[in-house]
């Protein structure tokens, strides 16, 4: 007796291919419904971040960090000793500073005991804190910080609010719902190795630190 062998129809495969692509596509839209919130997110923190300066200047008079008086005012807070000068209006050190008597550090324990952030409130310079871990970051892992020196020599602001590990894809995205979408003009600029990056040198899979001036 002979055995028919039957194999897939010509329909049959083309339901096959019809799922499978789908399933692609139900996937890239789900990563791309992702980004875009993370994305929201990045720009969320720029706002939220200079509305704790906000918020903190109107209920004390004093900048978040620069504050000379913070220890009289918030329980456990420490005032800042490096960075620049208590009291001066000005948040000093560096955006991405790991000393924790730095202003630009401190800020983070004050706008967080004054309830206006969330995250860890304890000293930084305390043992077992790491300041890597003990900064807030933004949805790519990415740390968030702030200083009052401009990041780019010429660049205007009274502060500035930088995030890394941004992808050149996202921080543009950045730039456009903040700005003008022009990475090396306005209020929000992009800067690889500390200096500001042309449209021409722009790459989606370069990561990026995105800047804000306020």
């Not at 692609?24 to 839209?29: Q, S």
């Not at 992808?167 to 990475?183: C, S, W």
Request: net charge neutral; hydrophobic share 40%.
């Amino acid at each position: 007796m002979k055995v028919r062998q039957q194999g897939f129809t010509l329909v049959e495969i083309a339901v096959v291919l019809v799922i499978i692509g789908l399933l692609l596509g139900g996937i890239l839209k789900g990563q791309e419904l992702i980004n875009s919130a993370k994305v929201k997110n990045v720009i969320g923190d720029f706002r939220n971040t200079a509305t704790y300066i906000y918020a903190y200047q109107d209920r004390f008079r004093a900048l978040p960090g620069d504050d000379a008086g913070v220890a009289n005012r918030l329980t456990g807070a420490v005032r800042a000793t490096t960075g620049g000068t208590s009291g001066n209006g000005r948040i000093d050190g560096a955006w991405n500073s790991t000393t924790a008597t730095d202003e630009t550090v401190l800020f983070w324990q004050h706008v967080r005991l004054a309830n206006l952030a969330s995250g860890d409130s304890r000293n930084p310079g305390a043992e077992g804190v790491v300041i890597a871990d003990w900064v807030p970051r933004n949805a790519f892992s990415g740390r968030i910080g702030i200083t009052s020196t401009s990041p780019l020599t010429g660049w205007g602001g009274s502060f500035f609010i930088c995030q890394e590990n941004l992808a050149g894809t996202f921080a543009r995205q950045v730039d456009i719902a903040m700005d003008d979408g022009l990475p090396n003009t306005g209020t929000v600029r992009l800067l690889s190795g500390g200096a500001a990056v042309a449209q021409a040198d722009l790459n989606d899979a370069t990561v990026y630190t995105v800047c804000a001036a306020y």
